[in-house]
């Protein structure tokens, strides 16, 4: 949690204990739990793009059902309670307990799905401390070009269940996380999509990244998170001022890994795969998911070669059988190595990282705006009156932290991803790096904290001179001089650092 917001959590907490019971007192008390959930990530993408295998390995436990059933076609919430249990949410506003089986959820829910509103899961997960997970519906994406471009590429049609599901899951979201298996022109045009959606909500290309989900599927390299950095890279080319980032990641080793999907029998099942013949006969193995379940010669039943199909697909099995050629031995050993392969734990550290950051501040704005309207409440009692009148002057301070401005900067780049504010490619690039950079080097695009101080000045010239063309609407003028009073405050703080 960020400082501002701990302060203001701080002030909640004053004001609460001098408010009498009344709704003034449920109004701070509202935004109070607000300021205090944990980051809201969703989940989107097309049908079998990987989502739910994703959203487990997020959570570390295999609970997202992947196999089609009707789980997979309506909203799923996963957020943390010390008593676990999952339950259906109808549309009327009542709800039923769902058994799950085997730790997981179950293929049917017990009612008619044109009755659900969402399935919500409580799990004793940790992971869900620091973010509540949504698993959204498949998109049914399409190629075909006759379609609208945003409602037929989103399933967002008046009478598309899932898409107005998912639509509504991304609106209430603090990040986004979308799916792309595999590189098409067709992925990046439902990624256009979510412009409308990013209107009216916390979401921009600040907080949304898209992330190759089945990389592995895309070639046999020996390392297809190396071999998918230029796919990544176009990607992020022809995403631009859609998403942050386009990070690749093998969703099955992540999953696997992350919920230990591998034991010690698995393990020993392996290195027998692993002594079974030479290298031809390792390449017959591996050539098909065909040929590994029937291949005759490797004393492996049919049974466990599935079961390790069904846990590192062939890229997996392929890596682990080196590994083990190198002398790895042992689960963990395998479970580690899979982690590391997978591209998982850069799609965390960004989640968990810069986007829960700005989460932070988007709640930290919400609070304030919710708190300078209570001060101003018009019918409280008497009681309430001086207490919500002095919360005021602490507010005041608050709107001039500097943080704040990061999320004045974010704005403007959500103006960027929706189109309302049009910009050159160079300045865009400025503002995408200023928004997203985690430190004063990333957000200049510099190599040494040296060279912040000058770069920040030119770029802040920059915008000056974009906001002073007379060409420029108003509105425009009022988001340049925000991005130029951005670089003011890096230069400001780099050249006081220097100073010391």
Known sequence: MSSINADLLGLCDETLAALPEGPARDAVLAVRTNLGRPLQVTVAGGVSSGKSTLVNALLGQRIAAVDAGECTRIVTRFTYDHHERAEVVLLDGTSRNLALRDGGLPAELGVPIEEVKEVVVHLSNRGLLQMAIVDTPGLNTVTTANQAQTEGFLGLSADGRAGRD???????????VFLMPHLRQSDVDVLSGFRDLYAGSGLSAFNAVAVLSKIDQLSRSADPIAAAAPIADRVAEDARGLVSSVLPVVGLLAETSACARLDEDDARALEALAAFGDDLDREDLLLSPDAFVGHTGAEVSVAVRRRLLDRLGLYGLQVCLAAIDDGARGAVAMLRLLDATSGLAPLRTLVLGR?????????????????????YLPDAESAQLAVLRNLRSPLDSFEMDPALHRLRVAEVLQDASTGAFRLPADLLSDLERVASGADPVGRTGVATVAEVPEAALVAAARWGRFANDPRRRPADVRRARVVK????????????????
């Open 166 to 176: 998912t639509a509504a899951s991304i609106g209430q979201a603090d990040a986004l």
């Open 355 to 375: 986007l829960g950051q700005q989460a932070d501040l988007l709640k930290a704005h919400s609070a304030l705006c919710d708190l300078r309207r209570l001060s």
């Open 485 to 500: 009073e951005a670089y003011e405050m890096i230069w400001d703080e780099t050249r006081t650092r220097s100073a010391v």
